[in-house]
């Protein structure tokens, strides 16, 4: 979850003053590694030692999609290394801009269900709220990379629109934070929004869905979780890992201070061909996830956004990866393996899910 035209999000977070010379023990303020990230697919390729792979790319995917991905989450990835499963989630390839039926720009009927400015309202007693449509990564099969945020933000206007729903709505106990990535907003525009949620008495709730502690664990600040401990309501975050390789110390040192500040860690995933489409992949995520206090939650088959279908693999195929996974490890590190269908009261379980019509096979969608 940039300001490219094709995506149409907001303004980046403005960088707080950061001094000239900061001292060797001053640790470098997010916004700055924000502003640092890489933008441009063959500096990345160059930085990994894949500058001979640059005819892989594509610009016109580029353009719909800007590549934006932090030099921390580049320093994970292995040097020299095509197939690399992180760097697999950033680059834009030719792939990207072939037609594929059942590929759509709204996946999972964002726009149907909207219910104010930025507020989706989906599910029986919550809402998500479409915070700002910035992010730290551009993940090239995320299901909103078509989304019109212009025009579909919760913070315009002071959140005032997004506020009148939720207060009238008496129905809804939980709200979602989301985006692009909500972390991607200043600590103190996500103050304003939850100190005007003090005020809605039927909130029980907060959720915060974010892959920022991720890719950009900085944004982990003391500022941050300042205002975690001091909300109202219990507050759980849902992170977004795909591979065990994601998680470094710096991630680990950032999850651990979201727990001292009384946070529940919980973990999404995609099913992602050639990222983590086998048992071990899967149950090495689920146990470095844990080991660093996070509950793996759910594990999505891919939302069949334009764009992504090069990822995509087969409701046979995932189901018996969740088999042999149930198979390997105790239920509390299994994801759910679910799917989002547009219009169901809830994300559905693979196994009752009638298998998509269309699946990608072809070969060349093999990186």
């Not at 393996?337 to 269309?358: D, F, I, M, N, Y």
């Amino acid at each position: 979850m940039g300001t490219e035209p094709a995506i149409r999000c907001g303004p980046l977070p403005k960088p707080d003053m950061i001094p000239a010379n900061p001292s060797p023990t001053q640790p470098v303020r997010w916004q700055a590694l924000w502003r640092d990230a890489i933008r441009e697919p063959q500096a990345l390729l160059d930085q990994l030692g894949l500058g001979h792979l640059s005819h892989r790319v594509s610009a016109e995917a580029t353009a719909q999609f800007a590549l934006r991905v932090p030099q921390g989450f580049v320093a994970r990835m292995r040097h020299g290394d095509p197939d690399d499963p992180l760097l697999r989630q950033v680059l834009p390839l030719v792939e990207e801009t072939f037609s594929v039926p059942g590929f759509a720009l709204d996946a999972v009927g964002d726009l149907p269900s909207s219910a104010a400015n930025g507020v989706l309202h989906k599910y029986r007693g919550r809402a998500l709220l479409v915070a700002t449509g910035s992010c730290a990564v551009h993940c090239r099969y995320c299901f909103r990379r078509h989304f019109p945020y212009a025009e579909q933000t919760a913070a315009a206007n002071d959140w005032e629109s997004a506020l009148a729903a939720l207060t009238a709505d008496t129905s809804i106990h939980e709200v979602l934070l989301s985006g692009g990535d909500p972390l991607s907003l200043s600590t103190e525009k996500l103050a304003q929004l939850t100190d005007r949620l003090r005020g809605v008495p039927h909130i029980r709730r907060l959720r915060i869905h974010t892959r920022l502690p991720i890719v950009l664990p900085e944004r982990v600040d003391d500022e941050l979780l300042t205002w975690l401990t001091r909300l109202p309501w219990p507050c759980a975050m849902v992170v977004h890992a795909n591979h065990a390789n994601e998680l470094d110390e710096n991630v680990f040192s950032a999850f651990a201070r979201l727990h001292r500040s009384g946070v529940n860690l919980l973990n999404q995933s995609v099913l992602l061909k050639g990222v983590n489409d086998s048992v071990p992949a899967l149950a090495d995520l689920s146990e470095r996830l844990f080991s660093g206090g996070v509950l793996p939650y759910y594990l999505h088959q891919l939302d069949r956004v334009s764009g992504a279908a090069h990822f995509e693999v087969s409701d046979t195929q995932a189901l018996a990866l969740h088999e042999q996974l149930c198979a390997q490890l105790p239920g509390y590190l299994v994801p759910r393996l679910v799917r989002e269908v547009a219009g169901a009261a809830a994300k559905l379980p693979l196994a009752s899910v009638t298998p998509a019509t269309h699946h990608v096979s072809d070969s060349r969608y093999s990186m």
